[in-house]
């Protein structure tokens, strides 16, 4: 089986990243170049990504066995602009435990 941190790591940066470009590149572009298309198409990129972040966590602590807390945190965490790459150090340890407990 593979390391579920490793996939909710990775999944949670891709998230991340199109939280960014949405907030950053394609809202600016839709309300001061007129070009709404953009919020439509990276937001949708970014939704699919969310529900997948979502799925990939609710995975991860019921296989890891992760408390509640933990798992609050890295959701909290996702909703937030810079969120996940603050707690990536985090996930890198969590992933590294994971490792070791197998």
């Known amino acids: 089986m593979s390391n579920p941190v490793r996939t909710l ?7 991340a990243c199109s939280f960014l470009v949405l907030l950053g590149i394609a809202m600016p572009l839709k309300y001061f170049a007129g070009q709404p298309g953009a919020v439509k198409v990276v937001g949708w990129i ?4 969310f ?36 707690v990536d150090r985090r996930m890198k340890q ?8 197998r």
């Open 46 to 49: 970014h939704g699919v990504l």
């Open 51 to 86: 529900i997948v972040f979502c799925g990939a966590l609710l995975r991860t602590t019921l296989v890891v066995r992760w408390p509640l807390s933990r798992a609050a945190l890295i959701f909290v965490a996702a909703l937030l602009p810079f969120g996940p790459f603050v």
């Open 94 to 101: 969590y992933k590294d435990e994971f490792n070791a407990r």
């Open 9 to 15: 790591r990775a999944v949670g940066l891709m998230e």
